[in-house]
């Protein structure tokens, strides 16, 4: 995803809301004293539109495909707002249904969010202030993403899916790409304030589109090594059963974490292509050390967040300690953290 293609994204979503401006990118030296490395630089996504990365996805991915359902260019669409819209559908553990919701509220179409039942009410209830009906679905985050895939399938519905086996999906392209806005804010500020570029980036796996967008958008502008690190819990290791085997294989087990926007079991095969291309590494973390992280970021100057909006910073602590030779982590190491999104209390906004 090209600079110029990030800005254009970034130039449909900021009319619709002033959060959709670029998100602070944070030095935190104390932090870095505590990994023992050089710097530590975080983008802070808590003051986001909805308060999360989400949003630059899910959002610009629903608002494509109701232009195009509608044979539409984006602005008529949002201008419009026409009647009879088919419904947007979708699967989420909260913060992508909060985000194509909005998307559906943008445009006036109706959205049905298929939820699992490990997603916390406090998110579901933010998704229905949106207008969108919620579905409750037995089982894990995957049978959800059956489920609203079988939804659409039956005509319920254009599905905005943020993971598919499908290489080509242009929904699930469409949300990595939203996603670039952050890697294109990241070089911009970065450059601008005279920091050195990162060595190394943490980012959150999930089914692994906002890595893979990290690793498009900063591999050709990272110094050496140039590494991009998914963050993943040990028992939603999806990303590492899917490098194994070449190919996305759904993870057993019931996937409950703390880190519940990484509830993912199947990785994303668009997603996989783009990280296998760059060569990118997976860290998986404990339990233990996805619930300490928010602590440890807030205690060195961090912003307020989740588990799972500080499981960067818990694959980044773990790296140091157990795998630095894999990585070429040292003192001398410039690492890059997304804190994904803000604490659940600060992120209640409604448009």
Sequence with gaps: MTTNASSAIAAVLRPLDPAYAPTPLLDLPRLAAHLGVAQVI????????????????????????????????????????????????????????????????????????????????????????????????????????????????????ILIADTTDDPNDPVVHDVMAGYSVMAAEIREQADAAGFARPTHVFVPAGVGGVAAAMAEGLADWLAAPGLVVAVEPEGTACLVAALAAGRPVRVPGDL??????????????????????????????SEPELTAAPD??????????????????????????????????????????????????????VL
């Design 256 to 285: 409950h974490t703390a880190a519940e926007m990484l509830s993912c079991g199947k990785a994303s095969a668009p997603a996989l292509a783009v990280l296998r291309r760059h060569e990118a590494r997976v860290v998986t973390v």
């Design 42 to 157: 975080a983008k802070n996504e808590g003051p986001r539109s909805l308060g999360s990365f989400k949003s630059l996805g899910g959002t610009y991915a629903g608002l494509r495909a109701l232009a195009r359902a509608a044979e539409m260019e984006l602005p008529e669409l949002l201008a419009e707002r026409p009647e009879g819209q088919l419904p947007l559908v979708c699967a989420s553990d909260g913060n992508h249904g909060l985000a194509v919701a909005a998307a559906a509220r943008f445009a006036g179409a109706p959205a049905r969010v298929f939820l699992h039942g490990g997603v916390p009410p406090v998110r579901a209830q933010r998704i229905a202030a949106h207008g969108a009906q919620i579905i409750w679905v037995t089982g894990t985050y995957d049978d959800a993403v059956d489920a609203a895939a079988t939804e659409a399938r039956k005509g319920g519905g």
């Design 296 to 349: 440890i970021l807030s205690a060195h100057g961090g912003p307020l967040t989740t588990p799972s909006g500080a499981a960067s910073l818990a694959g980044a602590i773990a790296a140091r300690q157990t795998t630095m030779q894999d990585l070429g982590l040292d003192a001398d190491s410039r690492l890059l953290i997304l804190v994904t999104e803000g604490a659940l209390a600060s992120v209640k906004r």
